[in-house]
């Protein structure tokens, strides 16, 4: 399974895409941060996480989970997965719940469940399913940055840094939760402190994005620091 960048990849909203692995990519998407100028039980997974690189330069993450798929049901996935990217969502839910019913310790079904639960406006179906995919695999990363946009999106900020943070201590190099919890300081929780040290972590590993670059000039400036 893998979890694809919308603006990277052309995968629409970073839907999981069925594989023998859960490769969650650095790349997932994170939104545009708003500035006013621009503005069944425990899943069997490894305890071992690595980084990888992919062919075409990449970086990413590796979770081994044991896959408890049946061909019905990976069949079933995988068309959900084109509905989705065709913005059939209701239909793709029927499918999800029907691959979930099925394989119930399979993180990668509530995750898409979720966000096409968001698309057709029903966050508390959507954050129901983010919880069980996070009873599943503590920490998911791929999860954790849905539940905080989700959490982000309701006002619930304090929760949001929560998941975002217990996810960097278990994914400390996954990059979308590292932005977006530096935009959720920034914007949100007027905490520069917090904002800068993440932008600065995040552009250490992605350099070639200049507007954080200019988020994290503007910080410095904000806080009286050196640029």
């Known amino acids: 399974m893998q979890v694809v960048n919308k603006h990277q990849s052309g995968r629409p909203n970073g839907f999981l895409a069925l594989a023998l692995m859960l490769t969650v990519l650095a790349g997932c998407a994170t939104g545009p941060k708003p500035r006013p100028d621009a503005v069944e039980g425990k899943a069997a997974v490894t305890e071992e996480t690595s980084v990888m690189h992919f062919d075409d330069g990449r970086q990413g993450f590796v979770i081994s989970e ?19 990217e065709e913005q059939k969502y209701d239909p793709a839910i029927e499918l999800l719940e029907k691959v979930i019913g099925a394989s119930p310790g399979v993180t990668a079904p509530y995750i898409n469940v979720a966000l096409a639960y968001g698309q057709t406006g029903k966050p508390e179906k959507a954050e129901g399913h983010l919880k069980t995919a996070l009873t599943l695999v503590p920490g998911h990363p791929a999860a954790s940055n849905v539940y905080g946009l989700l959490l982000r999106k309701g006002g619930r900020f304090a929760e949001a840094r929560e998941i975002y943070e217990t996810a960097l201590k278990a994914f400390p190099e996954y990059l979308p939760a590292r932005k977006n919890l530096g935009i959720l300081c920034d914007i949100y929780l007027d905490d520069p402190t917090c904002a800068l040290e993440q932008y600065e972590i995040y ?25």
């Open 66 to 84: 044991i896959s408890r798929m049946d061909g019905d049901a990976r069949r079933d996935f995988a068309a959900a997965v084109v509905l989705m």
């Open 203 to 227: 552009s250490q590993a992605k350099p070639e994005e200049e507007q954080v670059l200019i988020w994290i000039a503007g910080l410095r400036l904000q806080l009286g620091l050196q640029p």
